[in-house]
């Protein structure tokens, strides 16, 4: 069985780990305006500090984190948890949502490049760095040409030294192409899991070299297989009551009885080669394309363990990615 290998954020020439560790769940408890939760329920900092530093000891070497998060918690708890490692690490932040801070809520989103650089500058005395390896705009469906002009704000942050590289966190081919076309763009993050394929983006990613970031890789928690059906979820919890675009959930009833009947139907093929279900769904992401770069969340050393063992076991062979695809009639 091969271990999968480091992996490059597009022609950037940085390099991580082919598992990143998702920050959002460690931000805590957040709501929009109208009381919408939008975080994973109440978290202990503490085992988050562990948690991520854990995840470093065991070779992760990649974490995503977003000024929303937690209303600039989660990127104050990374900073924490990194401390004198930041050096060793890549670290990928977002920038759109406004928040207040004070009362850990949405407030609005601002797509301006005035403001991208405010956010920039509070992103960095947060996460207490110099810089910003990768940043990423967090509205996935921000208007095209305002997102030209915010690519090339993203270049002025480039030469100015205060980030690295750049990306668009999009579900839509079309406007993830606008930020392609920019010199110091180097991936796309978007949604993608075995139950939720994005053959397009995966072939815009292939086109124009970039990497595939990939959230959502275990599916808001079913392929993790700890969600049974009709288990009410905490009402700080964003799954509790799903917004629109969470697909697998009820308001208020769990997870989705048809949604975890597909889960079922792959978890032979998933938990092969002593792979627990959640390694399986990871090795299905690195099967499906050399770019691909999971970002599973996590709340605990344990859940840092299991997610950082897949490496070890490696990618899905071709037949059983076949076979995957024969489960679920692909």
């Not at 928690?221 to 919890?237: E, I, N, Q, S, W």
Request: hydrophobic share 40%; charged share 25%; aromatic share 6%.
């Amino acid at each position: 069985m091969e271990t999968t290998g480091n992996r490059t954020l597009g022609d950037s020439g940085i390099e991580v780990s082919a598992l990143g560790f998702g920050c959002w769940a460690i931000g805590g408890e957040w709501a929009a305006a109208d009381g919408q939760p939008l975080g994973w329920g109440a978290v202990d900092d503490e085992e988050s500090v562990r948690a991520v530093r854990r995840a470093l000891d065991l070779g992760v070497t990649f974490f995503d984190t977003a000024d929303a998060y937690g209303a600039g918690h989660s990127e104050r708890v990374l900073a924490r948890a990194l401390g004198k490692r930041r050096a060793d690490v890549v670290v990928a932040t977002k920038w759109g949502n406004t928040v207040d801070e004070e009362r850990r809520l949405l407030t609005g989103s601002d797509d301006s490049p005035a403001y991208a650089r405010r956010a920039l500058t509070a992103s960095l005395r947060r996460l207490d760095t110099d810089w910003i390896d990768l940043y990423q705009l967090h509205l996935s469906d921000a208007d095209p040409r305002r997102a030209a002009e915010l690519r090339e704000t993203c270049e002025e942050f480039v030469r100015e030294g205060l980030i690295r590289a750049y990306a668009w966190s999009t579900d839509d081919p079309a406007r993830a192409e606008v930020f392609a076309a920019g010199e110091h763009c180097a991936a796309v993050q978007h949604r993608l899991n075995v139950l939720q394929d994005a053959p397009e983006l995966l072939a815009l990613c292939e086109r124009f070299g970039l990497a595939s970031v990939n959230r959502s890789p275990l599916a808001m928690g079913l392929l993790t297989g700890r969600r049974p059906a009709g288990r009410a979820l905490a009402a700080g919890d964003i799954r509790s009551a799903p917004p629109s675009w969470l697909e697998g959930f009820t308001e208020g009833g769990g997870a989705d009885p048809e949604w975890l009947a597909r889960v079922d139907a792959l978890k032979e093929i998933l938990t092969s080669g002593g792979r627990t279900l959640a390694q399986g769904a990871l090795a299905w992401l690195w099967a499906r394309s050399p770019r691909t770069v999971p970002i599973p969340g996590f709340r605990s050393v344990a859940q840092a363990e299991e997610n950082a063992g897949a490496i070890a076991k490696g990618p899905l062979t071709a037949a059983q990615s076949a076979e995957v695809d024969g489960v679920l009639g692909r």
